[in-house]
């Protein structure tokens, strides 16, 4: 790993505190009473469990890893068929 200075590192640290806070702020609709520390959003994730955010998984579609797998494994199960039939 290469070393980094400390200002760059600061500088990670604050941009990730910011793209939270935004988060937070317009989506979330967060004021500023009840917003976290800044510096515990320096860690972990935000997460969201709205409907809307996990639409995919919500409504079981499936993703396109999952798809392209399926597909191969179909192929392969035909041609296996086709083969065992051509005999």
């Known amino acids: 790993m290469k070393n980094r200075s400390k200002?760059?590192?600061?500088?990670q640290r604050e941009r990730i505190i910011r793209k939270?806070?935004?988060i937070l702020k317009n989506v979330f609709l967060l004021?500023?009473?009840y917003?976290?520390?800044r510096g515990k959003l320096s860690?972990?994730?935000i997460h969201c469990s709205c409907?809307?955010?996990r639409y995919?998984?919500?409504h079981s579609i499936p993703k396109a890893k999952h798809k392209a797998k399926l597909k191969a494994?179909?192929?392969?199960?035909?041609d296996y068929v086709y083969f065992l039939l051509s005999y």
């Open 20 to 22: 939270k806070w935004a």
């Open 7 to 11: 200002a760059y590192i600061r500088h």
């Open 43 to 45: 860690k972990g994730k």
């Open 35 to 37: 917003m976290p520390v």
């Open 31 to 33: 004021e500023s009473n």
């Open 51 to 53: 409907r809307m955010c």
């Open 56 to 58: 995919e998984q919500y």
């Open 73 to 78: 494994m179909k192929e392969e199960i035909d």
